[in-house]
T-cell receptor, first 113, second 112 residues
Framework: GENVEQHPSTLSVQEGDSAVIKCTYSDSASNYFPWYKQELGKGPQLIID?????GEKKDQRIAVTLNKTAKHFSLHITETQPEDSAVYFC????????????FGEGTQLTVNP | DVKVTQSSRYLVKRTGEKVFLECVQD?????MFWYRQDPGLGLRLIYF???????EKGDIPEGYSVSREKKERFSLILESASTNQTSMYLC???????????FGSGTRLTVV
């Protein structure tokens, strides 16, 4: 089955700096890669996703890049703000009937004012 | 606003008790999931369901069972709770053909 590894497990940045979280996956047939943000006391929320037919996707201050050859994808947050502080999870799956997401271990991002 | 609702935010149960965790979604989603969240281990899939009365084992089903009698409700059952089942439990749902999940807020279960 799929295996997803995520690094780093904790990340601390100053407000205004950029943050990068990286994930690798094992199943070359995986073609959908979402990122979730989990704020304290809440369930994870989908913030951005990418499919394997594109290499990069951007939504305001967040972007995701995908390298299919190397089987890794990354989340980039620019101009970080204190409200970006949360746990971030990457995930992967193959889009077929019956498939389910495999998640990484999570990254605790802290943005210091 | 679409929702996945988990009936309890916090639960404390005794070892050996039978525990029911309830999840209800109002989005008419076919697919529902139960995950367990532990620090450093991410989210691990316990069970999932594609339709009413259907269930599939995930990666860590031991010690758990599930029930889906109605489309909107997916219950996780701990037949005999043990201390190693102390964890955060997250329910999620998605509609067929779209792979983004909607999560509930979680139930933090402590077994003493």
């Amino acid at each position: 089955g799929e295996n997803v590894e995520q690094h780093p497990s904790t990340l601390s940045v100053q407000e205004g700096d950029s943050a990068v979280i990286k994930c690798t996956y094992s199943d070359s047939a995986s073609n959908y890669f979402p990122w979730y943000k989990q704020e304290l006391g809440k369930g994870p929320q989908l913030i951005i996703d990418i499919r394997s037919n594109v290499g990069e996707k951007k939504d305001q201050r967040i972007a995701v890049t995908l390298n299919k050859t190397a089987k890794h994808f990354s989340l980039h947050i620019t101009e970080t703000q204190p409200e970006d502080s949360a746990v971030y999870f990457c995930a992967a799956l193959r889009e077929t009937s019956g498939s389910r997401l495999t998640f990484g271990e999570g990254t605790q991002l802290t943005v210091n004012p | 606003d679409v929702k996945v609702t988990q009936s309890s935010r916090y639960l404390v149960k005794r070892t050996g008790e039978k525990v029911f965790l309830e999840c209800v979604q109002d989005m008419d989603h076919e697919n529902m999931f139960w995950y367990r969240q532990d620090p450093g281990l991410g989210l691990r899939l316990i069970y999932f369901s594609y339709d009413v009365k259907m269930k599939e084992k995930g990666d860590i089903p031991e010690g758990y069972s599930v029930s889906r009698e109605k489309k909107e409700r997916f219950s996780l059952i701990l037949e005999s709770a043990s201390t190693n089942q102390t964890s955060m439990y997250l329910c999620a749902s998605r509609t067929t053909g779209f792979y983004g999940y909607t999560f509930g807020s979680g139930t933090r279960l402590t077994v003493v």
